[in-house]
């Protein structure tokens, strides 16, 4: 048995490696997602003016605390409520067109440490398997909060156990429960190597977060976005590379 974190450590290299060997690749998708979040922030600010528009995303994309969301509210400024229910429509079709291309990036990954290369065309998934993975997520996110219900640790443990049900789906076609347990027997062992993989990334993003609270809101958000664009492609790249390994180690097992 490996020695624990060397995974890891080596997903990390090859996360920012295949990042650096791929910047082409990135490229096009950095530009395609961010061209859909300025186009919907556009949209937005057209349909309900540009204030109300940059409070919902300072509210909800900047992660403000409820209590200052609460002080808005009392000094009746949180005008945004105004026009909640239709943020919710557009803000939820934005979020799935967002996943869809969480999907394909996904799926760019697993080419790319399989053939060395893949294209832009893989972004637009079959709807079949993004209803899937989707899916998956919910359950995953079903656990997950009841786990953190429990004491916080529980849901960690579940976020890193079934962490890899996305990929199962995209690359092995599984059924939901299926990518679930196949996902929480494939972390069996290196439970440790994925939680420190987890925890890098998430304080990268933590860091960048604390980093925005120190700008404008609207210079927080585009970067914002930028931030969470980019260390999402080197996770993605990490945990494929994670992915592959603990898959090939468990099919030699058999």
């Given at each position: 048995?490996?020695k ?6 080596e997903a990390?290299?090859?996360g ?6 791929n ?31 940059w409070q919902y ?7 403000n605390?409820?209590?200052q ?13 105004r ?6 429509i557009l803000?939820t ?5 967002l996943f869809?291309?969480?999907v ?18 893989v972004l637009f ?14 359950l ?11 004491l916080?640790i ?7 156990k079934l ?9 092995k ?19 440790w ?8 990334m998430?304080?990268i ?6 980093l925005?609270?120190?700008l ?14 980019l260390?999402?492609v ?21």
């Open positions: 048995m490996q624990t974190g060397r995974l890891a450590r990390l290299w090859y920012f490696d295949t990042f650096r060997k910047l082409g690749l990135v490229a096009a998708y950095f530009a395609i997602y961010l061209t859909c979040v300025i186009g919907f922030l556009l949209f937005c600010m057209v349909m309900f003016g540009g204030d109300i528009t995303w300072y509210l909800i994309s900047i992660g605390t409820a209590n969301a609460w002080q808005l509210i009392q000094a009746k400024e949180l005008v945004i409520l026009y909640l229910f239709p943020f919710i803000g079709f934005f979020q799935l067109l869809w291309f969480h394909g990036l996904i799926k760019m990954a697993l080419d790319i440490y399989d053939t060395g290369t893949s294209s832009i065309r998934s079959p709807a079949r398997m993004v209803a899937k993975v989707i899916l998956a997520q919910i995953t996110i079903s656990v997950v909060t009841v786990g953190m219900m429990l916080v529980p849901g960690f443990y579940f976020i890193i962490g890899l049900a996305s990929y199962f789906i995209i690359e076609d599984a059924g939901i429960i299926e990518s679930l347990k196949l996902s929480y027997r494939a972390t069996a062992g290196v439970f190597d994925f939680l420190l993989l987890f925890a890098v998430f304080g993003g933590i860091g960048f977060y604390y925005n609270l120190l404008l809101p609207q210079v927080a958000f585009i970067l914002s976005k930028i931030y969470s664009i260390i999402g080197v996770y993605a790249f990490a945990l494929t590379y994670m992915y592959k390994k603990v898959t090939a180690e468990t099919k030699s097992k058999e």
